[in-house]
């Protein structure tokens, strides 16, 4: 039996930072379920896919092929045997995620994967529905939040750095609409599963969170 930790919260809290610091420090393995999502987004967006016809996305999916290698530890993602994880980040993608993860056969096409990751090697898995759906026995949850004014500040900040041009009041806007995209829809949405622990790193420093989800993995394992 191995040891699983979810980690779920809305976009820009953090999860895969921390998440991966955390696995680093307890010698588990990170899952990004978001990068999955976003390699069959990727998809779509290449192929011109109607992301408002179901019938459409139902026959793209019969033809995407999603796979989950390690390299030197790092999760590296293969959609169709390419080697896409350095395309992934791109708001584009992103966005193009938040709305097609929303069906169903999407959701199922990744749904097995994750499952099947989980039964390999002790395993953190951060995402959306991590804790309510795919790891329901999962030993820890954290639902990990920050609020949208500060989520937004964070990723104003990034782009900064990287010396990209940005607009903070329009970054909140989407974040706020990616959280209502992602909270609203039919099929697991984004929620605190009822025996999450709930960490809301607005005024926390990375190492404090990290420190804290550590410390909340001692109680349980
Ligand atoms: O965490 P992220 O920004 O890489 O995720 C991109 C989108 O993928 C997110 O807006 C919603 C979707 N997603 C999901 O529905 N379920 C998950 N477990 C992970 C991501």
């Known amino acids: 039996m191995f040891y699983s930790i979810a980690i779920d919260g809305p976009a820009g809290a953090g999860k895969s930072t ?18 999955m999502y976003r390699a069959m987004a990727l998809y779509f967006i290449r192929n011109q896919v109607d992301v408002k016809n179901e019938d459409a996305i139902n ?50 096409t990744l749904l097995g994967l994750q499952r099947d990751l989980a039964k390999t090697a002790n395993i953190l898995m ?8 795919v790891l329901p026995n999962a030993d820890l949850k954290i639902y990990l ?25 329009q970054i909140e806007e989407d974040i706020k609409q990616r959280d209502h995209q992602d909270m609203s829809r039919k099929i697991a949405p984004l929620k605190q599963a009822e025996d999450a622990v709930l960490v809301d790193s607005s005024h926390m420093g990375i190492d404090e969170v990290v420190a804290k989800v550590v410390e909340e993995f001692e109680k349980v394992k």
Request: hydrophobic letters at 35%; charged letters at 35%; glycine letters at 6%.
């Open 59 to 108: 026959a793209a999916c019969k033809k995407i092929d999603v796979k989950i290698v390690y390299e030197n530890e790092m999760q590296q993602v293969l959609l169709n045997g390419e080697n896409v994880t350095g395309l992934l980040r791109e708001e584009e993608v992103g966005n193009m995620a938040s709305k097609t993860s929303s069906y169903k056969m999407v959701r199922q």
């Open 126 to 133: 951060d995402g959306r529905d991590i804790g309510t759906h």
């Open 18 to 35: 921390i998440a991966k610091k955390i696995a680093k420090e307890l010698e588990f393995i990170y899952v990004d379920t978001g990068a």
């Open 145 to 169: 939040t920050a609020s949208s004014a500060v989520r937004a500040k964070r990723r104003y900040d990034e782009l900064l750095e990287k010396g990209e041009s940005a607009n903070l009041d």
